[in-house]
């Protein structure tokens, strides 16, 4: 019967804007059971230190295998997913599972790697976020030092006083905090006095541009400049051509991702992309 409401639904919608629509149904209806199911992936994104070209991490990207739909990215049900609060039993399998994957690499040899995982604003405002890190590092065996959580500046913003004692608890127990999509938040800069994170990750959009002009230039190298000065690591995302490596080197910028380095990938992948790696720089 659900399924037979479903296909009436989807025959409601017509044209594009109903394409959209049906498609939004069609994600909130399967996300129920897609974690049951086990339709979410992980893949792994390499990060580099920049002075040593060596691979220092991996961002842990979600990714849902849907039995019809094929590969649905984040941004299609990461949006669907927090309207429906499922972001937060999602977002516990994630974390898991990154820490699990990365403990395992680490007793295999794999090296001395960090794990980056995405938080959504939902599941940093419900409370119990520090406990699930706490009991996640717990369960899998993963240092706290080798786990670094992706907050965004709009987290960040409200209810100051309660996200100063959360980012202070995750803090106390090693994990690395950095601010993702930096520089596109309209947020006040003040705020990185006050919050103990470790570093910003500067926006692809900054990044990815840079060949259209000196102002994206610009405002990177400020990046560099101010999170240095206060004390904080930069890495930048979306690096896909070896003129923007050199120049980021050139300023100083401590780390990067992008395709130029790889796409994410599968976690088989990865562990071959990082056996079989050659410092390039
Ligand atoms: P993000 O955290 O800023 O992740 C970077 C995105 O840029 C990823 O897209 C990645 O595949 C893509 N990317 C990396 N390097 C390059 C490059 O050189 N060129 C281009 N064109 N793109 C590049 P993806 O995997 O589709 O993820 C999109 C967004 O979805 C993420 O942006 C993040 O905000 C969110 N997301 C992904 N996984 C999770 C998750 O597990 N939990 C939560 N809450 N959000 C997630
Ligand atoms: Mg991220
Ligand atoms: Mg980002
Ligand atoms: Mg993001």
Redesign the pocket.
């Known amino acids: 019967a659900a399924k037979e409401a479903g296909r009436n639904t989807f025959r409601f919608f017509t044209g594009q804007q109903g394409g959209q629509a049906a498609e939004q149904l069609l994600i909130r209806n399967g996300l129920h059971n897609a974690l049951l199911r086990n339709e979410f992936i ?2 792994y ?1 390499p990060q580099l230190d920049l002075t040593t070209g060596r691979i220092v991490g991996a ?5 849902w295998l849907h039995p019809e739909q094929g590969m649905v ?3 299609k049900f ?1 949006p669907v997913a ?1 309207e429906s609060g499922l ?1 937060v039993p ?2 516990e399998w ?1 974390l898991h599972e990154a820490c699990r994957q990365l403990a395992q690499w680490r007793e295999e040899g794999l090296g001395d790697l960090v794990v980056a ?4 604003g939902v ?1 940093f405002k419900r409370g119990y976020l520090v406990e699930s890190v706490t009991h996640t590092l717990a369960r899998t065996g993963l240092p706290a030092t080798c786990l670094e959580l ?1 907050l ?1 500046e709009s987290m960040l913003m409200h209810d100051v006083e309660n996200v100063i004692s959360t980012l202070q608890r995750l803090k106390a127990l090693g994990v690395r905090l950095s601010i ?2 930096f520089g596109t938040g309209y947020s006040c800069l003040s705020y990185l006095t006050r919050f103990d994170v470790d570093t910003l ?1 500067i ?2 959009s900054f990044v ?1 541009q840079l060949h259209l002009g000196d102002q994206h230039a610009a405002i990177i190298r400020a990046v560099i400049q101010m999170a240095h000065s206060l004390d904080l690591a930069t890495i930048a ?4 051509d070896a003129e923007v490596v050199a120049f980021l080197r050139a300023h100083a910028c401590d780390q990067a ?4 380095f790889s ?2 990938l599968p976690a088989e992948d990865f562990a071959r992309f990082v056996r079989q790696y050659r410092a390039v720089l």
């Open positions: 992980l893949h994104q961002e842990a990207l979600v990714r990215p984040p941004g990461i927090e972001i999602i977002g994630v995982v995405n938080l959504s599941e992706e965004t993702d999509d990750k926006d692809q990815r995302e979306g690096v896909e991702q992008g395709y130029f796409k994410p």
